[in-house]
């Protein structure tokens, strides 16, 4: 393998276990807050499990294209940006701990069943919504590149977060939440790319 896939496997693997912390917190944290709304009336459908499981491999082919196929100008950006992303979540979650008070499942169907699996890891996984910030974030770094699919991220974007409502995994304060956090990580990679390019200027004067 090439060095500089090893060193960008490093630092995604650097990313992957800051954002790692939410899982076991997510199963041992006690109290908190549930950051419910007036607003937060959605039903719950479980066929909205189906795109909320397939962040995953979303995510990861996307990660994964930043490893193998992105320019070095990509790839600096987006780990600048994800670090960020990543970083700011967990902190907010652990320093203001919330939690979602799961619904109900009756159904013994495939997809009650999977939603089941979910709840399984536990309830403190409100706010910011990481699944709406890592999808946001990869959503912006990835219009910024592809243009013309601008429609499709805007698309993936609102489906996912459609998918954490009415899974009623999460609140609306934690979907403006994680937008949020995905935006500031999002302006930090690409500021971290200018200031980066300036100082590469600089230094060939």
Known sequence: MKPLRKKRMRLMLGVLLIQSIYLPTSLLMEGGIAPKLPIDIFPLWTVWVI???LCYPLWIGALVWLVWK????Q????IAALFFTCALGVSVYLLFPTYVVPPELHGTDLLSNLLRALQATGDHDALPSAHVYITVVLALLY???YPQYGKLWAAIVFIVTLSTLFT???????????ALTGWLGYRFGL????TDHRAQGMAHV
Do not use: M, N
């Open 51 to 53: 795109p909320y499981v």
């Open 70 to 73: 992105a320019s070095d100008d």
């Open 75 to 78: 790839f600096h950006t987006a």
């Open 143 to 145: 219009r910024d590149w």
């Open 168 to 178: 009623q995994q999460h609140y609306t304060a934690d979907v403006l939440a994680g």
């Open 191 to 194: 500021r971290r790319s200018i």
